[in-house]
């Protein structure tokens, strides 16, 4: 059995894990997801689509994937301005690494915030600051801003879809890095 020598660019990778949550999609997209998804990880995906009981016509399907940092933010990249699809997408953090949650919505676009160890969203220092300045200025209000950068419109937006899934099935998929 032959080993695969280590490189420069193959011994900085970090492997990581995370979901890959498929709110609702319309079945045409389906496939299309899949393929994204599938050249995103490199290797193929294929997932066990159920009907979204939130929205007639729409699926929804769940992945745990694992693979090297950064694959969260290459999905969402991948996926984010499709029309009628919503999404959300976490990767672990790392000993080298924060890890990431993405959301999606048509009418929201992306949010991303940075996550801790146990999962916390990271707000970093200028966004809060900047948050206190709008404030300050009456453009908007503090809670509403801090609202924002928790993700706030876009978990009150995706609930129902969240719910909606409770006991599909996980589908586990593995990509030694």
Not at 40 to 51: N, Q, R, Y
Not at 58 to 67: K, P, T
Request: proline residues 5%; aromatic residues 8%.
């Amino acid at each position: 059995m032959k080993e695969d020598p280590v490189t420069a660019s193959t011994a900085t990778r970090t492997a990581t894990r995370g979901v890959l949550y498929v709110h609702s999609a319309p079945s045409a997209l389906c496939p299309h997801i899949e393929w994204a998804v599938s050249g995103v990880l490199g290797m193929p995906v294929s997932l066990d689509w159920t009907p979204q009981a939130a929205q007639s016509g729409a699926y929804r399907a769940e992945l745990s994937w694992s693979g090297a940092t950064g694959s969260a933010a290459a999905v969402a990249s991948a996926l984010r301005g499709w029309n009628h699809l919503r999404f959300e997408i976490t990767e672990e953090a790392t000993a080298s690494s924060e890890g990431s949650r993405y959301s999606y919505t048509p009418e929201l676009g992306v949010f991303h915030a940075v996550t801790g160890l146990h999962g916390d969203i990271m707000i970093p220092e200028d966004r809060l600051k900047a948050a206190v300045v709008k404030a300050a200025l009456g453009d908007t209000t503090l809670l509403g801003e801090i609202d924002k950068l928790l993700g706030k419109p876009w978990d009150d937006e995706l609930e129902t879809f969240r719910h909606a899934g409770d006991g599909a099935p996980v589908r586990w998929l593995h990509q030694v890095v």
